[in-house]
């Protein structure tokens, strides 16, 4: 934003600058608004993050029980030569989405390339509730990373955003509005300028003709 010294004190820069602040408002308001969406975003997706650390919790308490109860039923040896067997995971695939205007990494893959259906059949009851569970924890913790991922980024946006605000609001309009009132001024200033030289040009047109006239009288 140039200094008042910069400002041309012009008509067209005041319906120009004018033009700016009814702007700069409108883009205010929307990201106050945007703002507000985003925080209501955040708030929801770190209740339903709340709700999974706790269902995560619950799924390793049980899990690590399963274990335990699966070592004394089949053996610690057998339960390691079972997990030896265990199919591989896929590779995990982070593809972006978009949230609120904000690009969020989502957790895709991690399955693995075969079913495991078959394979639980085959194993103990004790051994097969063990992966179970442990199942259910990898697909919980790639829900919970994600929720993690997206309320950084998400609170990074909002922090983003109430800067982007407040620079409008207390720096950029504030400036704008300044250099209304300096143009304005001047511009009143100009006009009373030039009502004084009019009226200045008029006097003197005024007092030429009188002496035009005297002098036309004292001739005759």
């Keep these: ?6 400002i041309r004190p ?8 004018k033009k700016r602040i009814k702007i700069a408002k409108k883009g205010l308001k929307l990201l106050k608004l945007k703002r507000q969406a985003l925080i209501l975003e955040f708030f929801s997706i770190s209740k339903a993050s709340s709700r999974l ?16 109860m699966a070592e004394m039923i089949d053996g610690e040896m057998r339960l390691e030569n079972e997990a030896m067997k265990i199919p591989q995971l896929k590779k995990l695939l982070i593809t972006p989405k978009n949230v609120m205007g904000v690009k969020i990494p989502r957790l895709e893959g991690g399955r ?9 059949l085959e194993i103990p009851v004790s051994i097969s509730e063990a992966m179970k569970a442990f ?3 990898h697909k919980i913790v790639l829900d919970v990373a994600e929720k ?6 998400l609170l990074y946006e909002i922090d983003k955003t109430k800067r982007k605000a407040n620079a409008i609001e207390n720096v950029f309009i504030p400036r704008l509005e300044s250099a209304v009132k300096f143009i304005t001024f001047r511009l ?3 006009e009373r300028d030039t009502f004084a030289m009019l009226k200045t040009v008029k006097r003197k047109m005024e007092e030429r003709e009188k002496k035009k006239v005297e002098a036309t009288v004292i001739a005759n």
């Design 10 to 17: 012009t008509r067209l820069e005041y319906l120009r600058t």
């Design 135 to 137: 199942q259910e924890v």
């Design 53 to 68: 650390r706790g269902e995560l919790n619950a799924e390793l308490i049980k899990g690590y029980q399963s274990i335990r």
């Design 188 to 190: 009143e200033e100009m």
């Design 112 to 120: 693995r390339e075969e079913s495991l259906t078959d394979y639980l």
């Design 1 to 6: 934003m140039p200094s008042n010294t910069d």
């Design 148 to 153: 993690e991922t997206t309320l950084r980024k």
